[in-house]
């Protein structure tokens, strides 16, 4: 069984919320990359929960084996995205979110080493997640800017990849 986050805690909600609005924006204006970090951003909740519901709720102070595959899932989403994003201020955006994920995934090794108070865990495993959630906010503003000028960008997948030859000039239809 499933254990849901308690949406009827403010700030669990309030969070929910924006990450809600940002991957809409992120679908609908962003460009490649922006995406791309929103499928992960929406990748990490799935990933956790399915998790949660196989190894069982976590014990707070206690390392957080879930959590810590969601981040370095997300830390390999975002070294490929800031890997290959390249663009006017593309790589700003996606190398501090790449920055974020191995901040979290650090946060875990560090509480497995040492005896770090549970609640400092707790904020480092995800306050990261929420600043990942406003860079990929400010990748798509950034976009929405950048298309509102005219400014024509080179696609984001490089040709040689066969599956994406034709992909950016659709989604870019919508």
């Given at each position: ?34 995406r791309c970090g929103a499928l ?135």
């Amino acid at each position: 069984m499933i254990d849901w986050p308690d949406f009827t805690h403010a700030p669990v909600l309030a969070f929910f919320v924006a990450f809600a609005l940002v991957f809409g924006l992120a679908i609908r204006f962003g460009g490649w990359p922006e995406r791309c970090g929103a499928l992960t951003l929406l990748a990490m909740p799935v990933v956790q929960l399915t998790l949660y519901s196989v190894l069982g709720t976590e014990v707070y102070g206690a390392l957080d084996w879930p959590t810590l595959v969601v981040d370095v899932m997300a830390l390999a989403g975002f070294s490929a995205i800031a890997w290959y994003a390249y663009g006017p201020h593309r790589e700003y955006w996606t190398t501090a979110a790449w920055g974020m994920c191995i901040i979290s995934v650090l946060s875990h090794f560090v509480r497995f080493n040492t005896d770090m108070l549970g609640m400092s865990y707790a904020t480092f495993k995800t306050a990261f997640t929420g600043a990942v959630i406003l860079l990929v906010l400010a990748g798509t503003v950034a976009q929405i800017i950048r298309k509102r000028m005219g400014i024509v960008e080179p696609d984001w997948i490089p040709r040689e990849y066969g599956l994406f030859r034709k992909l950016p000039e659709k989604l870019d239809d919508l």
